[in-house]
T-cell receptor, first 117, second 116 residues
Framework: ETGVTQTPRHLVMGMTNKKSLKCEQH?????MYWYKQSAKKPLELMFV???????ENNSVPSRFSPECPNSSHLFLHLHTLQPEDSALYLC????????????????FGPGTRLTVL | DQQVKQNSPSLSVQEGRISILNCDYT??????FLWYKKYPAEGPTFLIS?????DKNEDGRFTVFLNKSAKHLSLHIVPSQPGDSAVYFC???????????????FGRGTQLTVWP
């Protein structure tokens, strides 16, 4: 596997279900991100992990719960979602360098298309 | 409040001609700009970037121009090819120490269609 992979590619779930999205990066990066892309909206940053520590939570509802067990893996746990949460969820990774924490280009996975019924 | 704006949702260009995609930003702290290309059912792929210390960066058929005074950047593709048909996202970040590092602010994207 190369680059950033995401599973599953498609997910349909009911509002009472619990599911998890998985992301794995094979680039040796030390920062990972979750984004949400809804129809006709810009990409919305959800969470940032830098060296496995969450450094940003962009006012995301608690029904989305991220987990970063190591610098290569990132999960997004989902529970009691709403139909408006249906979207494409993208994972990305990048390399943070230097004492100033300069972030380089982000590389994206193919995304998980989530439909909440 | 959207800090990166792509005001043209779509652009149609004939093969061989130049495609010019535009992007405007409002935050003067932004000092690093990127363009991503996205095909359907795939994640965005990094295309080209430019630092605010430059006003032009070229990579093959792709050139990005930055006008800091106007807070405007553009992506030129010449010659355009049918395989360039995709959604192009402009993104910006503030990489200087003391700013909100790491966060990319994206525009809504422009759908480019290159027809034969």
């Amino acid at each position: 596997e190369t680059g950033v992979t995401q599973t599953p590619r498609h997910l349909v779930m009911g509002m009472t279900n619990k599911k998890s999205l998985k992301c794995e990066q094979h680039l040796g990066h030390n920062a990972m991100y979750w984004y949400k892309q809804s129809a006709k909206k810009p990409l919305e940053l959800m969470f940032v992990y830098n060296f496995k520590e969450q450094t940003e939570n962009n006012s995301v509802p608690s029904r989305f719960s991220p987990e970063c067990p190591n610098s290569s893996h990132l999960f997004l746990h989902l529970h009691t979602l709403q139909p408006e949460d249906s979207a494409l969820y993208l994972c990305a990774s990048s390399q943070v360098e230097g004492g100033a924490g300069t972030y380089n280009e982000q590389f994206f996975g193919p995304g998980t298309r989530l439909t909440v019924l | 409040d959207q800090q990166v704006k792509q005001n043209s949702p779509s652009l149609s260009v004939q093969e061989g001609r130049i495609s010019i995609l535009n992007c405007d930003y409002t935050n003067s702290m932004f000092d690093y700009f990127l363009w991503y290309k996205k095909y359907p059912a795939e994640g965005p792929t990094f295309l080209i970037s430019i630092s605010s210390i430059k006003d032009k960066n070229e990579d093959g058929r792709f050139t990005v121009f930055l006008n800091k005074s106007a807070k405007h950047l553009s992506l030129h593709i010449v010659p355009s090819q049918p395989g360039d048909s995709a959604v192009y996202f402009c993104a910006a970040s503030a990489r200087r120490k003391g700013s909100t590092l790491g966060r990319l602010y994206f525009g809504r994207g422009t759908q480019l269609t290159v027809w034969p």
